[in-house]
């Protein structure tokens, strides 16, 4: 069973995006995956209340920061969505449950200065630099040919942690979030775009990079 954790303080750059997709690529895959949110507002958990019933199943999965339990038995894959703010009791149990870490990240100076000190504390986690934790960021909202882009490929290259991708700004997360929808839930012809985007970042989530 593998656990990925979605996580950066900085609020607003798109972590449960990220959450919500991941969890639908593995249920489309016919994994038996769980979505969970340390996230006091449960906005991830209320996304999977707008989920029509006829899309392949993702389960609901309760952590409670006061006395975290581990997943259900014979669960193939589960994905944690956290809160902005990020940091004491509940980032300790999200990195003691994690297998994966992915920090989305929008290339801007200001997100990245904002993010700096999480990712440079992630770099230093004895799991992470052991490889027990494998940590990857994800740039968010972003053009790959921009300056912007490479301006992140810089600034993460010297703490030593791999850019998977980049998801472009477009319309079809919203649209489809309103509906409980992921990328995968709905005809590729009307998100082949996004799906190309996201190949290398599945790659690495199932190990492949």
Known sequence: M???VVANPKGGVGKSTLST????YFAAEGEWVALADLDRQQSAHAWLDLRPSGLPAIETWHVDPDSPVKPPK???????????????NRLNIALGLADKVIV????????????????ERLAKEKAVRKGSIE???????????????????????????????????????????AHGLTLWD?????????????????KWTNGRA
């Open 104 to 119: 989305p990240l929008q290339p801007s100076i200001f997100d990245i200065l904002a993010t700096q000190e999480f990712l």
């Open 21 to 24: 997709n991941l969890a639908g």
């Open 74 to 88: 014979g669960l193939e894959r589960a994905v944690i969505d956290t809160p902005a703010g990020l940091h004491g």
């Open 2 to 4: 593998t656990v990925i």
């Open 135 to 177: 940590v990857g960021v994800v740039g968010m909202r972003v053009d790959a040919r921009t300056k912007s882009a490479d301006q992140l490929h810089r600034f993460v290259e010297g703490l030593n942690l791999p850019v998977l991708g980049f998801l472009r700004d477009t319309q079809n997360y919203v649209q489809l979030a």
């Open 186 to 202: 709905v005809a590729k012809s009307r998100v082949e775009k996004d799906l190309d985007q996201w190949e290398p970042i599945l």
